[in-house]
């Protein structure tokens, strides 16, 4: 499968892990819809669409914001993304994601709330509405963790709300199987990113570095990749979850 003039929608697309995919689709012509939630990264999100504007002529780029917790938004995003791309969605790829690292005993409800309206609520109706909107043929990614191999304290709330992204994944896999589309997710490491340092002490930093191969953590440019090869050679591939971590965890 080419990527060339395929529609692709990437939510947090104009940063961290979903710039890093943007960049590699751009540079095989496929058009981007870039999703970003708050105000405050606006102007990063346009700044980096403009680059791929003028980096790559042949591509059209689009920005839109939008709460992916409210389920009215997700549906005006892809309503929006058809609207300005003659109708068309071919590939939807899901970066949304919330980490908290507490012990499960001190979580208050609201932040339980957050982090499951977050990473399961939003990759629900993200998915499920990928899954009215993707044309024959297309692909569906979302984005879980390497946690959920990990027998660990402190982050059960994270792994407890990313665990049903991976079943809502491989059902609606099964699903769409008579329209050629094929549904996966990716479980990447501790990514190098300000996702992954707001909730890490120095000392925790340099034991998820221990645990994976050359002692370092994931970068974006080891994952990108592997969602791009979801949509061309590895196409074959439906209905998993792909753990890329370095040896992190495994299962």
Known sequence: MSLSG????????????????????????????????????????????????????????????????????????????????????????????????????????????EMFAVNSKSA?????EAAKRVSQGGKIINTVTSLLAAYTPLYS??????APVEYFTKGLSKELMPKSISVNAVAPGPMDTPFFYGQETPEAVAFHKSNAIDGRLTLVTDIAPIYKFLCTEGAWINGQTLFANGGYTSR
């Not at 629900?124 to 499920?128: E, G, K, V």
């Not at 709330?157 to 990313?162: A, D, E, L, V």
């Open 157 to 162: 709330s994270y792994q407890g709300s990313k």
């Open 124 to 128: 629900f109706f993200i998915t499920q």
């Open 6 to 113: 395929k529609v692709t929608l990437i939510t947090g697309g104009g940063k961290n892990l979903g710039a890093a995919i943007a960049s590699l689709f751009a540079a095989e012509g496929a058009h981007l819809a870039l999703h970003y939630n708050s105000a405050s990264s606006k102007d990063a999100t346009e700044s980096f669409a403009d680059q791929m504007s003028s980096k790559h002529s042949n591509i059209k780029v689009k920005t839109y914001q939008g709460d992916l917790t409210k389920v009215s938004n997700v549906t005006a995003l892809f309503d929006a993304v058809q609207k300005d791309f003659g109708g068309k969605v071919d590939i939807v790829i899901n970066t949304v994601g919330k980490v908290l690292k507490k012990p499960l005993a001190e979580i208050s409800e609201k932040e339980y709330d």
